[in-house]
């Protein structure tokens, strides 16, 4: 059973950073497609960004990109989101997720097909 567990979120000021790291409980994470999803107060869930096995392939919502990367260090069994230029509308719970291949429709797809998720980490954008 991958067990996930976030670190990193916060509050900051529109504009700022923040990184946020996944923690996985298990060597096999390597083989894992990892990603990231958000949820806005109100709001459905919904997928931000991923990140294959091997980090040849990632994903980005049009929300992000630009913004936001993706990045992994498998011999540590842990995934990062460096998050740039936040602004209000990326407040939110963010959570790490495993489970569902990194394709280019990764972030359209259904939470109630991701296999694996972490607990959440608090992002709050405001000044």
């Known amino acids: 059973q991958l067990q996930l567990v976030e670190s990193g979120g916060g509050l900051v000021q529109p504009g700022g950073s923040l990184r946020l790291s996944c923690a996985a409980s298990?060597?096999?994470?390597?083989?894992?497609?990892v990603g990231w999803f958000r949820q806005a107060p109100g709001k459905k869930r919904e997928g931000v960004s991923c990140?294959?096995?091997?980090?040849?392939?990632?994903n980005y919502a049009d929300s992000v990109k630009g913004r936001f990367t993706i990045s992994r260090d498998n011999a540590k069994n842990t995934v990062y989101l460096q998050m740039n230029s936040l602004k209000s509308e990326d407040t939110g719970v963010y959570y790490c997720?495993?489970?569902?291949?990194?394709?280019?429709?990764?972030?359209?797809?259904?939470?109630?097909?991701?296999?694996?998720w972490g607990q959440g980490t608090q992002v709050t954008v405001s000044s």
């Open positions: 990140i294959s096995s091997g980090s040849l392939d990632t």
């Open positions: 298990t060597s096999t994470f390597a083989y894992y497609t």
């Open positions: 997720v495993a489970g569902r291949p990194c394709g280019r429709y990764w972030h359209e797809t259904p939470p109630g097909d991701i296999n694996y």
